[in-house]
């Protein structure tokens, strides 16, 4: 009899536990009936390291900038760039690593046309290390 209470009971609960274990991921079944697995939206900050490629404050200082975005973007194509202005200098950064050793690794391949290029610290939104291709989320290019 005691065996049987017991079983009543797991049956009873093993709906709450297996929804317990995924209850960040929904299936949504659409009109063709092809299943597309949908994850919650990613968020949040991290700490992580950028390289700075260019920064000043000169008069022809923007245009320098974004000349050194355009450059990066034939050298390393893969690799996220972008032109940020903290008053009074224009600064280039590349990447978005989440380890030195990574900031290095990218350092060492830009070093060759941005001579003056530094690893900086950073603080940076999880979605910010992932590229949208075709509305489909991609990953940074691997070092």
């Known amino acids: ?33 092809k299943a597309a697995i949908e994850t919650p939206k990613m968020s949040g900050k991290i700490n992580g390291f950028r390289v700075c490629l260019f920064s000043d404050n000169g008069q022809t200082a923007r245009g320098a900038a974004y000349a050194a975005l355009t450059q990066l973007g ?42 003056r290029a530094i690893i900086s610290t950073a ?5 910010d290390i992932f590229t949208p291709v075709n509305d489909e989320i991609q990953p940074q290019e691997p070092l």
């Open 1 to 33: 009899m005691k065996n049987r209470v017991y079983l009543i009971l797991v049956l009873a609960l093993l709906p709450v536990i297996c929804s317990a274990q995924f209850s960040g991921v929904r299936v949504k079944v659409d009109a063709d009936s």
């Open 74 to 115: 034939e050298i390393a194509p893969g690799v996220i760039g972008n032109v940020e202005y903290d008053n009074p200098f224009f600064k280039v950064y590349a990447g978005y690593c989440l380890s030195r050793s990574e900031a290095v690794r990218l350092l060492g391949r830009l070093k060759t046309v941005f001579p």
């Open 123 to 127: 603080t940076f939104e999880i979605t």
